[in-house]
């Protein structure tokens, strides 16, 4: 079973909006709305912020937003800010052989 | 606050078994899916598997890297889930993370409160 994939980096300054990609395949984000993203500071433990594909957990700053069209499916930080400098990881559910599937992993960088 | 703990991680040789804990706080452990999800050092997420509840009939899942080596069970009279690995390979060298399944209405449900993780190293 394969990683979704995300871009390996992206970068913004203070204040820019920037989105992440993340794509799969039919069996995967294609077919299912059970999309959710993930951040994670350094030694730190993951956290959720997006789930649904666009839903926001309670207490989650409405600065991330989600969507989907076709295979991928996209994080957006806007407003970015210097604590919004993490690795971001997608998942969706799968109806392969194992049923969550990550994303390879984004690092962003606020420069 | 809801919180959870794992413990038990270890270094140990190839071929062995450990068992990893994961104790958590509050009243309505027994109502959530608990899920066991790792990452090798500098290395991405990679889910392992999933506990129902007795609702479901504690139902378990794994991925298909841990499947016949890996056991997911809980006690929820102590609030605890364990995950069983046995015949570690040093591929499943990692921190191993507990994680509640979130209550977002769907079957399978996002991972809400994580615990820090424990660290498994599997090494000769």
């Known amino acids: 079973q394969s990683a979704l994939t995300q871009p390996a980096s992206v970068s913004g300054s203070p204040g820019q909006s920037i989105t992440i990609s993340c794509t799969g395949s039919n069996s995967d984000v294609g077919n299912y709305n059970l999309v959710s993203w993930y951040q994670q500071h350094p030694g730190k433990a993951p956290r959720l912020i997006i789930y649904?594909?666009?839903s926001r957990p309670s207490g989650v700053s409405n600065r991330f937003s989600g969507s989907k069209s076709g295979n991928t499916a996209s994080l957006t930080i806007s407003g970015l800010q210097a604590d919004d400098e993490a690795d971001y990881y997608c998942n969706s559910y799968s109806s392969g052989s194992t049923l969550y599937v990550f994303g390879t992993g984004t690092k962003v960088t606020v420069l | 606050e809801v919180q959870v703990v794992e413990s038990g991680g270890a270094l140990v040789r190839p071929g062995r078994s450990l068992r990893l804990s994961c104790t958590a706080s509050?009243?309505?452990?027994?109502?959530?899916?608990m899920n066991w999800v790792r990452q090798a050092p500098g290395k991405g997420l990679e889910w392992v598997g999933f506990v129902r509840t007795n609702a479901y009939g504690g139902a378990r899942e794994y991925a298909a890297s841990v499947k016949g080596r890996f056991t997911i069970s809980r006690d929820d009279s102590r609030n605890v889930v364990y995950l069983q690995m046995n015949s570690l390979k040093t591929e499943d060298t990692a921190i191993y993370y507990c994680?509640?399944?979130?209550?977002?209405?769907?079957?399978?449900?996002?991972?809400?409160?994580w615990g820090l993780g424990t660290l498994v190293t599997v090494s000769s």
């Open positions: 649904d594909v666009t």
């Open positions: 509050g009243n309505s452990f027994h109502t959530y899916t």
């Open positions: 994680a509640r399944a979130f209550s977002s209405g769907t079957f399978y449900p996002p991972f809400d409160i």
